[in-house]
């Protein structure tokens, strides 16, 4: 008798239905590719008829991700913030990577000088855990004043774009009301720039005196243990400001966020163009050495204790 392998090679397409409770808006159907343990998720037209039922809930999906041998996942920009967030919410879940796609860059200090750029990731970890240890009390002391001030959770966690379009979660000191994430948009629909507003009224009371002097970020040292940011850096760029980046300012996502950086002590809040901002944070890329991380940590400490271009 006479055998046939058949090796049926396709897509997987999906519509995933929104939890209507967290978002508002659809997300469109996917495009699902699997390539060398990586899942290739790529948005198609909203107008067309795709609907795979099996996997139309987001627990049918975590399910499907935690028993796939799927290594990481990779989203298109073109699916949009709330897209992502669902996304980037279902692979934490499962405990798997997620990325943006973006276009590499290789003129990046890591790709260019790698043993200072080891050099630099071992005292970034080095000094993280010190200054944990060093600033333990003061953390306590903030998030019991959070507590007593502003009931709710103490951090605020957010998806930031990190190294090679990683997505990872920062933590703050939450300054802001509980709700603040949802009228986000509306407050900002007329920011061209980045989003911020010098007179936010989701800032509560304790959040104002923490933001002023930056304290808020200081759980963002947790972040520096976890390798996904540095203490000095390009800012880490929210996902509502990432996807507003143009074409040619996308490679910009491949690095290493930090803490403090260039943007943060030559503009901050008094620069938020956008362009302007990834000029920035280009140029003291193109430039980077020890010596000018450690430049921008000293100049770091007068700005956050004059409060400057905080808020």
Known sequence: MMTTNIVLQTSKVLTLDLDSSRVQSYLPACDLKWRQKSL????????????????????????CLRNSWIKRICVDRALGEQGIKLWADTCHQVNKPVFIRIPSNSRLPSCRQTTCWRVKRVLDWLAAAILLVLISPLMLLLALLIKIFAPGPVFFRQWRVGERGKLFQVYKFRTMTVNAEQH??????????????????????VGKWLRKYSLDELPQLFNVLRGEMSLVGPRPWALYDALRLSKTANSRLNALPGITGAWQVEGRSNLLDLDAVTKCDLEYLHSWSLIRDLKILLLTVPKVLSGFGAY
Not at 184 to 198: P, T, V
Request: charged letters at 25%; aromatic letters at 10%; proline letters at 7%.
């Open 40 to 63: 290739w998720v790529k948005n198609i037209p909203s107008d067309a008829d795709y609907c795979f039922p099996a996997l139309t809930r987001r627990c049918w999906l975590e399910n």
């Open 184 to 205: 986000h948009h509306k407050l900002m629909a007329n920011q061209n720039g980045l989003h911020k507003l010098e007179q936010d009224p989701r800032v509560t009371f």
